[in-house]
Each structure stands twice: as C-alpha cells, then as structure tokens.
C-alpha cells in the first residue's frame, strides 16, 4: 500500500518537499510544501494574505445561484453575510459577537459589509439558514489556497485520485470544525 503512495506521487510529482522562494505574488509560504495535504492553518492568511483572502470569498459567494426574489430593504443581503462569514470563518474569527464588535473596527471587515453592520443575533441566524452556502463557500476558499500553494510550489498534483481525496477529506474536516468552533463561541448547541 505505501509503495502504491509512493509510485502515485512520484507521478504526480511530489516525491519531496519543494524548497523554492516564495514570488511577488499574494501566496505566504514557508518554503517547504509537505508531501501530505494535511491540514489548513486555523487562520488561512497564513497561507494567502488578507486581499487575497478577501478576493477568494467574494469569488466564492460568486460560485453560487442565489434567488432572483427581491428582498426586504430592511435585511441584510445574503451575499454579504456570505462573503463576512466565509472571510472571517477562514481568518480564524468563529464568534458572531467578536465578528460583530469588530466589524466598525476592522478595515477589511468594515470593507466587506459596506456600511452594513449586523449584530451577532443576526450573524448567528444566517449562519443556521444558511450552512450549506457556507460550506460550498469555505470549500471553495480551502481548494483555491491548495492549488495556490502548491502552484507557488510548482507542483500540480490535480488529477491525481489520492491527492483529491485527501484533499477533499481534509478540507470537508476544516469546514466542520470551523462551524462547530463558531457554534461553540456563541453558546449553540447545535445548528
């Protein structure tokens, strides 16, 4: 079995660790991509800075078909709270009271809502309502920064079944323990 591991990323080009220097694109590495996907940082701006980040949740809302019914001018739009949560959910912010305190605060929060504020009553209801565009969105985040860091890397092991594999399995465990992380900062026992 392990040798079958090792024949398979010796195809897919991943037979050691890459030890190259870090671009003048928007990637953060630390110069050593491991051969197993592992899992993503607690705070992915670790791996991607903050523009980039914001970038990749704004894309990922984007991934979405949302309903063409108008919406009541007093909610907030659904995009929005999308894009906050992703962003803030990737950056490692899982309480709807501290992404709520922060938002005035924080210029890239600030940025994302608009001007638009909702409190953490309000947060913790869309994230209920609306888990499963939250995790198509947290996925979406999760793969583009893999395939970014291991591009940086140059290495492209897409197309290799135990590299999607475990890249989805480690990526659908990220998910989960940020939602639950975010449910146990605000006190739910379950969503």
């Known amino acids: 079995m392990l040798e079958n591991d090792n024949k398979a990323r010796k195809r ?3 037979t ?10 928007n990637m953060k590495t630390n110069n050593q991509i491991p051969l197993r996907i592992g899992n993503p940082p607690a705070d992915l701006r670790e791996w991607v800075d903050e523009q980039l980040l914001v970038k990749l949740a704004l894309d990922a809302v984007q991934t979405l ?7 009541d001018r007093n909610e907030l739009r659904p995009q929005m709270m999308l894009t906050l949560l992703s962003y803030c959910y990737a950056a490692g912010i899982y ?18 809502c608009a001007r638009t504020y909702p409190d953490g009553r309000e947060l913790r209801h869309f994230r209920r309502q609306n888990r499963e565009r939250l995790q198509h969105c947290l996925a979406y985040i999760f793969k583009q920064a893999w395939e970014l860091r291991f591009e940086e890397a140059g290495i492209d092991p897409l197309g290799c079944a ?10 659908a465990a990220a998910i989960q323990e940020r939602i ?5 900062m605000d006190g739910v026992e379950s969503d």
């Open 162 to 171: 135990w590299f999607e594999t475990e890249l989805n399995q480690n990526v």
């Open 180 to 184: 639950e992380l975010a449910m146990l």
């Open 65 to 71: 078909d949302w309903p063409a019914a108008a919406t």
């Open 12 to 14: 897919c080009g991943l």
């Open 16 to 25: 050691g660790t890459h030890r190259g220097s870090a671009k003048e694109r």
């Open 95 to 112: 309480g709807s009271a501290d992404i709520a305190a922060t938002l005035r605060s924080d210029r890239v929060l600030h940025y994302i």
